[in-house]
C-alpha cells in the first residue's frame, strides 16, 4: 500500500557530478529525483512539486545551502520538508550546528557515508508515505462522513415525505368518506321519507310542485357524487400526466355569462348577489370544458366562503392575455395559507365547515398551468379574496393536447 505512493526527492549541489553520484546512491523505481545546480533553481523545482525530503549543498556559489534552508522554513509549503545537509568543508568549522539551527534532521560529511545516506533516505521517505497514506485515510473517512450525512439527510427527507404522504392519504379517505356519505344519506333519507308516504297512501306528498323538489334535490345529490368523482379521476390524470387539453376558439365572455346563469339558483339559495362586468368579447383558443371547470370551481369557493356578501365576476384582455377575476368578502385567506391553497387536498381554515375535497384550486391550477397561464390570488384576512385567471391568447390552438 505505501510502495503505490510514489516519493519525490530533491537534492542540490552545484556540482553536476555530486548530483548524479548522489541520484544514483538514493533512485528507486518508487521515487523520483530532482536535481538542482542552484538555490535559485531549487525555489523553482520547491513550487512546483511537493518533495518528501531535500538534500541541499551547503556551500553553492550565489545563495548557499543555509541561506535556502531558511527561505524555505519561512514558506507555508515547504516548511515541513525534512532537510539533509552535506558539505565537504570540516568538521572543525561547526557547520553541522549551524545546520541543525536552520532546521536541518541530518548532517552529512562528504566523502558521503553509504549506508548513511541511504538509511536517512529511506526513514525520511518511509515517514513521508505513511504520512501521506494517513491524510488519504483522513480525507476518505472525511468523504464517507459527509457522504453518510447526506444519505442521512436524504433518508430523514424521505422519511417526512412518507409520513407526509400517509397523513394526506389517511385526510384524503376520511374526507372522501365524509363527501360520499353526505349526498347518499341525503338519497336515503329522500328514499326512506317517500317509501313512509307510500305506505301511508299519502298522495298530498307527490303532488306535481313537490315531485319537482324531490326530483331537484336528488340532482343536486347526483351532480354532488359525480364532481366528486369526477375531481378524484382528475387528480389521478394529473399525476399521470394524463390531463388532456382539446383547445377550440370560443368567447371567455359568453361561457362565463351561461355559466353565471347556470349557477343561479345556487346563489339565490345562499342568498348572495352577483356582478358581472366584461365591456367586449374576449375570444381566443382554450379548452371550453376545462376553462368551465376552472371558474365554476372559484364560483363555488366564492360562494362557500363569501358568507353570503356580493360576488363581483369580471372578464377583461390585458396586452396577449385573458383574464377572469372572482372576488368576494368573505372570511380571505391569510398570508401562510395562500402558500398552501393550491395543494392537493388544502382547504382553507375557517370555523365555518365547508364541503370538498381541497383539490378544486389544485386541479383548476394545473388546467390553467396546461394552457400555458397562471392562476394567482389576492387576500387579507376578514376582507375576501379576488382569485385572477390569466390566459394567454392564443390564435390556433393544439388539438388533444396533453399536459405533462
Known amino acids: 500500500m505505501l510502495s503505490n505512493i510514489q516519493a519525490k526527492l530533491l537534492i542540490v549541489d552545484d556540482l553536476p557530478e555530486n548530483l548524479l553520484a548522489l541520484e544514483a546512491l538514493i533512485k528507486r523505481e518508487d521515487r ?38 531558511e527561505l524555505m522554513r519561512g514558506t507555508e509549503k515547504t516548511k515541513n520538508i525534512p532537510i539533509i545537509f552535506v558539505s565537504a568543508a ?24 553509504i549506508h548513511a545516506v541511504k538509511s536517512k533516505v529511506n526513514v525520511f521517505v518511509d515517514l513521508y508515505r505513511q504520512s501521506k497514506a494517513m491524510k488519504q485515510q483522513v480525507e476518505a473517512l472525511e468523504q464517507a462522513r459527509r457522504e453518510q ?47 313512509m308516504h307510500l305506505a301511508r297512501d299519502n298522495a298530498a306528498a307527490f303532488t306535481l310542485d313537490k315531485m319537482q323538489a324531490m326530483v331537484d334535490r336528488d340532482e343536486r345529490q347526483i351532480k354532488s357524487l359525480i364532481r366528486l368523482i369526477e375531481d378524484m ?16 376558439r370560443f368567447d371567455l ?47 363555488t369557493n366564492a360562494l362557500r366562503y363569501g358568507g353570503r356578501s356580493p360576488i363581483q365576476v369580471r372578464v377583461y384582455r390585458e396586452a396577449d392575455e385573458a383574464r377572469v377575476e372572482v372576488q368576494d368578502h368573505g372570511i380571505g385567506i391569510s398570508a401562510e395559507n395562500q402558500k398552501r391553497i393550491f395543494q392537493q387536498f388544502e382547504r382553507v381554515s375557517a370555523k365555518t365547515v365547508v364541503a370538498g375535497l ?24 376578514n376582507e375576501g379574496a379576488l382569485f385572477r385567471v390569466c390566459l394567454p391568447i392564443q390564435e390556433n390552438g393544439i388539438s388533444d393536447a396533453t399536459s405533462e
Open 233 to 248: 379521476l382528475d387528480l389521478s390524470r394529473i399525476r399521470t400526466g394524463k390531463l388532456s387539453i382539446r383547445p377550440s
Open 149 to 195: 450525512e447526506a444519505l442521512l439527510q436524504q433518508l430523514q427527507s424521505t422519511q417526512l415525505e412518507l409520513e407526509q404522504a400517509v397523513r394526506m392519504r389517511d385526510d384524503f379517505m376520511s374526507i372522501v368518506a365524509h363527501e360520499v356519505r353526505t349526498p347518499l344519506n341525503g338519497l336515503i333519507l329522500e328514499t326512506q321519507l317517500r317509501k
Open 253 to 299: 365572455v359568453q361561457l362565463v355569462s351561461n355559466l353565471l346563469q347556470n349557477f343561479a339558483p345556487q346563489m339565490e339559495a345562499a342568498e348572495t348577489s352577483v356582478s358581472f362586468e366584461a365591456s367586449e368579447p374576449v375570444e381566443g383558443c382554450w379548452d371550453e370544458f376545462r376553462i368551465e371547470q376552472v371558474v365554476s370551481n372559484l364560483l
Open 32 to 69: 523520483t529525483v530532482y536535481k538542482a545546480l542552484s538555490a535559485d533553481e531549487a525555489l523553482s523545482l520547491l513550487l512546483q512539486h511537493e518533495f518528501a525530503m531535500a538534500i541541499l549543498d551547503v556551500q553553492m556559489p550565489g545563495m548557499n545551502g543555509f541561506e535556502l534552508a
Open 358 to 381: 381541497g383539490l378544486g384550486l389544485f386541479i383548476s391550477e394545473q388546467i390553467v398551468a396546461a394552457h400555458g397561464g397562471s392562476i394567482v390570488v389576492e387576500s387579507e384576512i
Open 90 to 113: 570540516g568538521r572543525e568549522l561547526n557547520y553541522a550546528f549551524k545546520g541543525y539551527e536552520s532546521g536541518a534532521v541530518a548532517f552529512l560529511h562528504k566523502p558521503l557515508d
